[in-house]
């Protein structure tokens, strides 16, 4: 039995079921970091003392992790118009480009984690390590996971390609969703954790 | 592809590029911010604001909410009402807990 409403418009929804899928599981992501983050508020406003983020964390690592997901965003996205162009092997490059830079994401997060560990700070010695180990642990689970799919989308699952442009492209669109939602969250993390 | 897609594809392709430039700038203005060690309370505002608006250029122009279907906008009225009111919840404890009392 085919899959119904991959390409083709739901006459009730407006949508095909995959985007309001994605959708859908985003918003329930939004929960699952919304509670985190409240949780940081109110550890964060109940304690007597808070450290600034940068006399712990190494800004400029993070700062060049910015810049490297959000490059990533972008080559993400040129990735997903290059389908629309029809043009597969940029589509390849783009795709190749963002999980490249998805692995130095992870690279640069080892480094930092590895640096944490040496100096013996674990998500046990304060609640500002604790909070900063479960946030950007979660957040790095969430680039694995992404970086898996759309190497999926570049290797094997591309065959669809051949046999359903418009099918594919809407995967690419919706893995291409849940990317951004992932660079959209570094955003907060960023300033939340290592600059105030 | 007709010709009219191709050129707003190629009108899109032009939107990212301006929208990644403006993210890396606002990038460094975050990270130049928080050297003039401001007091806290300013400093949350202005670094949250900042975040809010690389977050909105990310949501609106490579996530397509600009312009989306009705549908997904209504989710994420529901997902925003609930994420304040999670938000939220923490602030209400500064006050010890008004509401037993």
């Known amino acids: ?196 | 592809m007709t010709t009219d897609h191709a050129v707003d594809i190629d009108k899109h392709v032009r939107i990212y590029i301006t929208v990644f430039v403006a993210l890396m700038v606002l990038t460094i203005v975050t990270v130049a911010i928080s050297r003039f060690h401001l007091p806290v309370p300013v400093a949350v505002s202005v670094a949250l604001l900042v975040a809010i608006i690389k977050g909105s250029l990310v949501a609106c122009y490579f996530m397509h909410l600009i312009s989306e279907k009705k549908l997904i906008y209504a989710v994420l009225v529901l997902t925003a009402a609930f994420f304040i009111a999670l938000l939220a919840l923490p602030v209400l404890t500064v006050h010890d807990g008004f509401w037993i009392r």
């Open chain 1, 1 to 196: 039995m085919e899959i119904p409403y991959t390409v083709e418009i739901r006459r009730d929804t407006g949508l095909t079921n995959g985007k309001i899928g994605i959708w859908l599981f985003l918003a329930s992501e939004v929960m699952l970091f919304g509670a985190l983050f409240a949780s940081y508020i109110l550890i964060r406003t109940g304690a007597p003392t808070w450290p600034r983020g940068d006399t712990i964390l190494n800004v400029p690592l993070a700062t060049f992790n910015t810049i490297v997901l959000i490059s990533s965003s972008v080559t993400m996205v040129m990735a997903w118009a290059s389908l629309m162009r029809n043009r597969f092997g940029t589509f390849r490059l783009y795709m190749g480009a963002t999980i490249l830079l998805g692995g130095v994401f992870l690279v640069v997060k080892y480094f930092e984690y590895s640096h944490k560990f040496h100096d013996h700070l674990f998500p046990s010695t304060n609640n500002f390590l604790a909070i900063y180990f479960t946030l950007t642990g979660l957040h790095m689970l969430h680039v694995m996971g992404g970086m898996a799919v759309n190497a999926y989308f570049w290797g094997p699952g591309a065959k669809l390609w051949k046999t359903n442009p418009e099918w594919f492209t809407n995967r690419v669109e919706h893995s291409g969703l849940f990317w951004h939602f992932v660079d959209l969250v570094w955003i907060f993390l960023f300033p939340t954790l290592y600059l105030l």
